[in-house]
């Protein structure tokens, strides 16, 4: 079955700190990775997502997450966190073939100005 | 274009009551999905219809079920309510089912009392 862990699930930054957010799945097969962020008060949206290729992918708003497969990690990553980047950050996996896609629990970053 | 639209945004319903969810996709976006959302739970996938037909289940009971039609609308029924099901009701569609990622509606806040 699949699984997803975030390893924090409280994250308190300064400004300009750099972010490492972590992200574990369990899946036998080939996967789509994902993460999503929920800004205070706005629905989910997608922030990346890994499909095939480069293991590196670039989202929006300088965030950037690298799957390695030995490891099943898809960590999210930013040099430099602003105050705007506070809200709840969720890591999601799909089984390719039409699989269902899972959430991990999510982890919430506050950034202090 | 129009984001993915959910109906009503809030409810109340008495314990025992039967309910009635409704998700309208981005046009063009054929594969819809329902999560529920919890505080305690995170996000717990509900079921995924795609083309009218149901893909993926979740681990909730009979009393949870849903459908889609023709032109891509989704409903979710959640009959006999109980206390428990309260949460934030998430509909969620993507164009396929590999890789693209979800767009997410605001969600339909359900309180069962």
């Known amino acids: 079955a699949q699984s997803v862990s975030q390893h924090n699930h409280h994250v308190i930054l300064s400004e300009a700190a750099s972010l490492e957010l972590g992200c574990n799945y369990s899946y036998g097969g080939t996967v789509n990775l994902f993460w999503y962020v929920q800004y205070p008060g706005q629905h989910l949206q997608l922030l990346l997502k890994y499909f095939s290729g480069d293991p590196l992918v670039k989202g929006i708003k300088g965030f950037e997450a690298e799957f390695i497969k030995s490891k099943f990690s898809f960590n999210l990553r930013k040099p430099s966190v602003q105050w705007s980047d506070t809200a709840e950050y969720f890591c999601?996996?799909?089984?390719?073939?039409?699989?269902?896609?899972?959430f991990g629990a999510g982890t919430r970053l506050f950034v202090k100005a | 274009k129009a984001g993915v639209t959910q109906t009503p945004r809030y409810l109340i319903k008495t314990r025992g009551q039967q309910v009635t969810l409704s998700c309208s996709p981005i046009s063009g976006h054929r594969s819809v999905s329902w999560y529920q959302q919890t505080p305690g739970q995170g996000l717990q996938f509900l079921f995924e219809?795609?083309?009218?037909?149901?893909?993926n289940k979740g681990n909730f009971p009979g009393r949870f079920s849903g459908r889609q039609f023709s032109n891509s609308r989704s409903e979710m029924n959640v009959s006999t309510l109980e206390l428990g099901d309260s949460a934030l009701y998430l509909c969620?569609?993507?164009?396929?089912?590999?890789?693209?990622?979800?767009?997410f509606g605001s969600g339909t806040r359900l309180t069962v009392v």
């Open positions: 969620a569609s993507s164009r396929d089912t590999e890789g693209y990622g979800y767009t």
């Open positions: 219809y795609f083309s009218e037909t149901q893909r």
């Open positions: 999601a996996v799909m089984g390719t073939g039409g699989f269902k896609t899972i």
